[in-house]
């Protein structure tokens, strides 16, 4: 009589362990390697975030105000400010762009209020922002993020005069 079954070989049972090791060992290694390129990509996106978002900002308001004497810098309480008007239904108002307790703020109030720091909406984390008008009329506006990243932008105020 012949006896029909299964018969299995050590050898298929041996096989069968490496195969399924190899197989988790790929997936912890996958794990492993998809974490660290997120925390690089966390980095390099939180690094883009405050200097991206501080200078391109900061470029969207400069050409938004872009026209005739609207931009100039001063200090508030000792703090450089950039600053720019708007005339909203015969009433002028000033938009303040400044860094305060390690954020670049934005205040925007009516010409005539004492502007208060503490006031502004908070735009981009910063360790500095610089303002400096050069003798060609240009803004120079530095930036610098507590990670010690920096950069700088040239601005133009005004429309350009065609001859």
Known sequence: ????GNH???ADIIFSVVLFSLFLLSL???MLFSGQAYRTSVKGSKLNNNLYTASDYVTAKFHMHDMGDNIYTDTINGTQALCMKDRIDDKTYITYIY????????LFTLQDNVPSLNMGTDIASLKSFAIDETAEGLY???FEDPDKHSCSILLHPGSPRIQ
Not at 1 to 4: F, G, N, P
Not at 99 to 106: A, F, P, R, S, V
């Open 1 to 4: 009589m012949k006896h029909t």
């Open 8 to 10: 299995t070989h050590s």
């Open 28 to 30: 912890l290694m996958l």
């Open 99 to 106: 860094l305060l307790d390690g954020n670049l703020k934005e």
């Open 140 to 142: 120079r506006i530095s």
